[in-house]
């Protein structure tokens, strides 16, 4: 079946620093990527996707390219904001023929300084 | 910005006694989830349900959970003798496609004592 690797946290960062979170994945075919993020005392949200090889997805700054020469999709910002303090899921979506259950690491938690 | 509720927002219970989580799902969804995340883990699959029967579940879903979605609206979760080990954050999710993406709830926090 899928699974995913994702570097292990936590990551704590100064503000406007870079940020990247290494994502690798195994899995049968190409799957959709997604990674999630989760606030505190929240529940998990989409925060980017990418469909097929060489798209890169991208939402408030974040960005991860699907490479399916290294079964990547790696998260980056340029510059991180306090309020980007969170945990960071990536989930290759579900095998073919499975009803549509992501699997999920541990996340990765990231704390981001003043 | 249509959303997943979940209800309630934090229970206490007693090891041994029953309890039922609650979600609403997004309106024309049709696949559903619950997830949970003991402190400080990784987010765990349960279950999904689909066509109002169980498509899937992992080995974490034992004889002591059911699922229903007993008015079409509503997508439930029982557990029916509660351990301490059960104490965890429960995620209800769905998904419009199969394969796509997952819209959560903000989660229950069952407190098992």
């Known amino acids: 079946g899928n699974s995913v690797t994702q570097m292990e946290g936590p990551v704590t960062l100064s503000e406007e620093a870079f940020l990247t979170i290494n994502c690798t994945y195994t899995?049968?075919?190409?799957?959709?990527l997604f990674w999630y993020v989760q606030y505190p005392g929240e529940g998990l949200q989409l925060l980017l996707k990418a469909t097929k090889a060489d798209d890169k997805g991208s939402n408030k700054g974040f960005e991860a390219t699907y490479r399916k020469e290294t079964t990547s999709f790696h998260l980056e910002k340029g510059s991180v904001q306090v309020s980007d303090s969170a945990v960071y899921f990536c989930?290759?979506?579900?095998?073919?023929?499975?009803?549509?259950?992501?699997?999920f690491g541990k996340g990765t938690k990231l704390s981001v300084k003043p | 910005e249509p959303e997943v509720t979940q209800t309630p927002s934090h229970q206490v219970t007693q090891m041994g006694q029953e309890v039922i989580l609650r979600c609403v799902p997004i309106?024309?969804?049709?696949?559903f989830y619950w997830y949970r995340q003991i402190l400080g883990q990784k987010v765990e699959f349960l279950v999904s349900f689909y066509n109002n029967e169980i498509s899937e579940k992992s080995e974490i879903f034992d004889d002591q959970f059911s699922v229903e979605r007993p008015d079409g609206s509503n997508f439930t979760l029982k557990i029916r003798s509660t351990k301490l080990e059960d104490s965890a954050m429960y995620f209800c999710?769905?998904?419009?496609?199969?394969?796509?993406?997952?819209?959560f709830g903000e989660g229950s926090r069952l407190t098992v004592l």
């Open positions: 999710a769905c998904q419009g496609v199969r394969a796509g993406e997952l819209f």
């Open positions: 989930a290759p979506a579900p095998r073919f023929g499975s009803q549509g259950n992501l699997i």
């Open positions: 899995a049968t075919g190409y799957p959709s």
């Open positions: 309106s024309n969804h049709l696949y």
